[in-house]
């Protein structure tokens, strides 16, 4: 789901262990909301439910998903066909 800005903070993972995105989502993440688990998507999900990427490496690996509607049902129904897409789930122990 986007935040006020329309955007949906994301890092790119490959190549990292569950370890260091551990890591990288409790150093980015944690400190400010607490992180209670992480989704894994190839990028082409995104892609494909209409979305597209808008990176910075502002922290290093981040980007951000961008393109989403302004109705929310419409927010809604994307959101849910990419969390069908999601590749693996990870929930973080003692959250």
Request: proline residues 5%; aromatic residues 6%; without cysteine.
């Amino acid at each position: 789901m986007p935040a006020k800005d329309g955007k949906t903070s994301v890092f790119r993972i490959g190549g990292l262990t569950d370890r260091s995105v551990l890591a990288i989502g409790k150093r980015q993440v944690g400190e400010k909301r607490g992180l209670h688990g992480w989704g894994v998507f190839a990028a082409r999900a995104v892609l494909d439910v209409g979305l597209r990427f808008e990176p910075d490496d502002d922290p290093p690996r981040h980007a951000n998903i961008v393109g989403w509607p302004e109705d929310k049902e419409a927010i809604i129904e994307m959101a849910q066909d990419l969390s069908a897409r999601a590749i693996d789930l990870k929930l973080v122990e003692g959250s």
